[in-house]
């Protein structure tokens, strides 16, 4: 099993007064030849908008892109429906750019901070027609069980969100002193762990919030909390 870590504190940072951004990836201003991508995933942003701030209408094209508010609320408006939607804690979405779409997100609130994760995967197909979905994932039933959030279209099951690439989304809160074992679909898959907050052991390493960790050349692992933790899980293939 291979692993590399990646502390909290060791993540790209930007201040843009209505943003503080932490990137895990090399992105916009901040570079690192040795934080590019893990695999497939290209981008995993940790986001806190103020009350009123968000991102104007920018392009993207061949990329799957996916949004997962952790607290207040976004809006969401594309060239593909021109409508503002409303995304909330407890939901997730997505957006496949595909042959191109233009989009713009704001916090949904005036006074409240928004903080949410956006999370880029380079998807296995380009010049897909562009698409978007969202839904929403109950907290309850994540509760010390694999909650699947996002996987591929060419995975059976239409009760989560697809996108273009052998991916797989997850999350679990896993209360203090348990531990679960992560199954990896593919040999050729790596995982990338974000520990949304709390604090777990891996054999030889312990992650506490905001800390991560990539995971590849495995067939399983296993986790156990040191404290009521909420983890998220990004396994893509390794062949990038």
């Not at 690192?32 to 995993?44: K, N, S």
Request: charged share 25%.
């Amino acid at each position: 099993m291979k692993t590399k870590i990646y502390k909290a504190n060791q993540r790209g940072h930007a201040d843009y007064g209505w943003l503080q951004a932490n990137y895990s990836f090399s992105f916009a201003n901040y570079r690192d030849a040795d934080r590019v991508q893990f695999g497939a995933l290209r981008v995993l942003n940790d986001d806190f908008i103020k009350g009123g701030g968000g991102f104007s209408e920018h392009p993207h094209h061949n990329m799957e892109i996916i949004s997962i508010p952790l607290q207040g609320g976004l809006k969401h408006r594309d060239s593909m429906s021109n409508a503002w939607l409303p995304l909330l804690a407890g939901e997730v979405q997505v957006m496949s750019a595909g042959t191109g779409v233009r989009h713009s997100e704001r916090n949904n609130s005036a006074t409240e901070m928004l903080n949410l994760f956006q999370i880029w995967i380079i998807p296995d197909k380009n010049g897909v027609a562009p698409a978007y979905d969202q839904k929403t994932f109950l907290g309850k039933d994540r509760k010390d069980t694999l909650q699947l959030l996002v996987d591929s279209y060419q995975d059976a099951g239409e009760e989560v969100l697809k996108i273009h690439q052998d991916a797989r989304i997850s999350r679990i809160d896993l209360s203090s002193e348990n531990t679960f074992t992560y199954t990896l679909k593919s040999p050729h898959h790596g995982v990338y762990i974000m520990l949304i907050s709390g604090k777990v052991n891996c054999d030889d390493f312990t992650l506490e919030t905001r800390d991560a960790a990539g995971i590849w050349q495995t067939d399983s692992f296993s986790l156990k909390a040191e404290e009521n933790a909420d983890i998220l899980f990004i396994e893509v293939p390794m062949i990038y």
